[in-house]
T-cell receptor, first 111, second 114 residues
Framework: GAGVSQSPSNKVTEKGKDVELRCDPI?????LYWYRQSLGQGLEFLIY????????KSGLPSDRFSAERTGGSVSTLTIQRTQQEDSAVYLC?????????FGPGTRLTVL | GENVEQHPSTLSVQEGDSAVIKCTYS??????FPWYKQELGKRPQLIID?????GEKKDQRIAVTLNKTAKHFSLHITETQPEDSAVYFC?????????????FGKGTMLLVSP
């Protein structure tokens, strides 16, 4: 079946603008995760959705970052007033058990 | 929270040699330890995982060992091939309910030279 998809694949924006990144998880996966990967760095956990439970937002780096998951499926990560240090690849993953399946990522560049 | 340290950050080997990547974790409650491989420009993909009730697991040329007492686990790749060249990430989580966040190490760039 289809894997995790993300859009856009690349996003270039100007400092101070807001951006929205989209994730379509694998159908039937109840858990959805957002990570950030900076150049040469590991995967930094941002936020986790599990079913109808309140999301785990403990990894969000500032209040400029927010995410929602509508209908238990598609998720949107929003970054307000983008800063240059927000430049990174944003990866989404979904799971039905322990294994997390990753999307191809969105490369965000803030000029 | 959990903290995962991974070493080395880069590893260069000749084709046919073995490669070993080591990780340590801090939270003794962690019980699920996956390894992901990320090729250049690609998404991370699970290659092997181990749970805390098992000390070793093997899948063809790759194996993972876990020492719960010392809180460390290692990835072993034997008979390395150029296509093994990638960044490898270890991770740890408490997967009590089957769902949990993963804490990743910073990755090891493995380069296998022909």
């Amino acid at each position: 079946g289809a894997g995790v998809s993300q859009s856009p694949s690349n996003k270039v924006t100007e400092k101070g603008k807001d951006v929205e990144l989209r994730c379509d998880p694998i159908s039937g996966h109840t858990a959805l995760y957002w990570y950030r990967q900076s150049l040469g760095q590991g995967l930094e956990f941002l936020i986790y959705f599990q079913g109808n439970s309140a999301p785990d937002k403990s990894g969000l780096p500032s209040d400029r970052f927010s995410a929602e998951r509508t209908g238990g499926s598609v998720s949107t990560l929003t970054i307000q007033r983008t800063q240059q240090e927000d430049s990174a690849v944003y990866l989404c993953a979904s799971s039905s058990r322990d294994e997390q399946f990753f999307g191809p990522g969105t490369r965000l560049t803030v000029l | 929270g959990e903290n995962v340290e991974q070493h080395p950050s880069t590893l260069s080997v000749q084709e046919g040699d073995s490669a070993v990547i080591k990780c340590t974790y801090s939270d003794s409650a962690s019980n699920y330890f996956p390894w992901y491989k990320q090729e250049l420009g690609k998404r991370p993909q699970l290659i092997i995982d181990i749970r805390s009730n098992v000390g070793e697991k093997k899948d063809q040329r790759i194996a993972v060992t876990l020492n719960k007492t010392a809180k460390h686990f290692s990835l072993h790749i034997t008979e390395t091939q150029p296509e093994d060249s990638a960044v490898y990430f270890c991770a740890a989580s408490y997967g009590g309910s089957g769902y949990s966040t993963l804490t990743f190490g910073k990755g090891t760039m493995l380069l296998v030279s022909p």
